[in-house]
């Protein structure tokens, strides 16, 4: 299998964009996911199929994919944005996720 | 509303058999665009994931775990256990159960519902 890359940290101050990045070397035609994980709670879906949002999902969620990289991008961000943020994807039957990364609201 | 929840042992030795149980409900274990996945998180530490079994018995494990993990499911109790052998400090975590769903025109599944988790230490 193969591994998925995130920045361990982010900062963006309330209201403006927030970006996060995602990146495998083989990750070829496999499309992501994205959770969201509060502390102490249980990660939430928040894109898959690297833009399509669930319902309940607020807008200002969006994703993006190019090439081997995948985007998770907060626009307009809000205190409560602030958490750990996972990608995901497929590598035939198994589940790869990244290494998280924590965004701060500053 | 679909619902999962673990339920399983709080503390385990060094060298003892960790056995988790997925309860489910508000879906079947028999759909077969359904299954359910094990994830585990070392406290501080990124999401990993463990192993998924589908309904028609279709197993899938991580490479690094294979020998030790067994996933199995009983469908009339909508209940999907997890078994790890020889369990280790390092194997410290909460430990999830998720749905993973496949809906048509979908190219691959997402979990898309989680548990609540429990967290297991080993510790003698």
């Known amino acids: 299998s193969y591994d998925l890359t995130q920045p361990p940290s982010v900062s963006v101050s309330p209201g403006q964009t927030a970006s996060i990045t995602c990146s495998g070397d083989?990750?070829?035609?496999?499309?992501f996911c994205w959770y969201q994980q509060r502390p102490g709670q249980s990660p939430v879906l928040l894109i898959y199929?690297?833009?399509k949002r669930p319902s309940g999902i607020p807008e200002r969620f969006s994703g993006s994919k190019s090439g081997n990289t995948a985007t998770l991008t907060i626009s307009g961000t809000q205190a409560m944005d602030e958490a750990d943020y996972y990608c995901q994807a497929w590598d035939s039957t198994t589940a790869i996720f990244g290494g998280g990364t924590k965004l701060t609201v500053l | 509303q679909v619902t999962l929840k673990e339920s399983g042992p709080v503390l385990v030795k060094p060298s003892e058999t960790l056995t988790l149980t997925c309860t489910v409900s508000g879906f079947s274990l028999s759909n077969t665009r359904m299954a359910v996945s094990w994830i585990r998180q070392p406290p501080g530490k990124a999401l990993e994931w463990l192993a998924h079994?589908?309904?028609?018995?279709?197993?899938s494990y991580t490479t690094s775990l294979k020998t030790r993990l067994a996933i199995s499911q009983d469908t009339s109790k909508s209940q999907v256990v997890l078994t790890l052998t020889n369990m280790d400090p390092v194997d410290t975590a909460t430990y999830y159960c998720?749905?993973?769903?496949?809906?048509?025109?979908?190219?691959?599944?997402?979990?898309?519902?989680w548990g609540q988790g429990t967290l297991v230490t080993v510790s003698s």
């Open positions: 083989k990750v070829g035609d496999t499309s």
């Open positions: 998720a749905r993973i769903s496949y809906y048509v025109g979908d190219s691959y599944p997402r979990f898309d519902y």
């Open positions: 199929q690297n833009r």
């Open positions: 079994i589908f309904s028609l018995d279709d197993k």
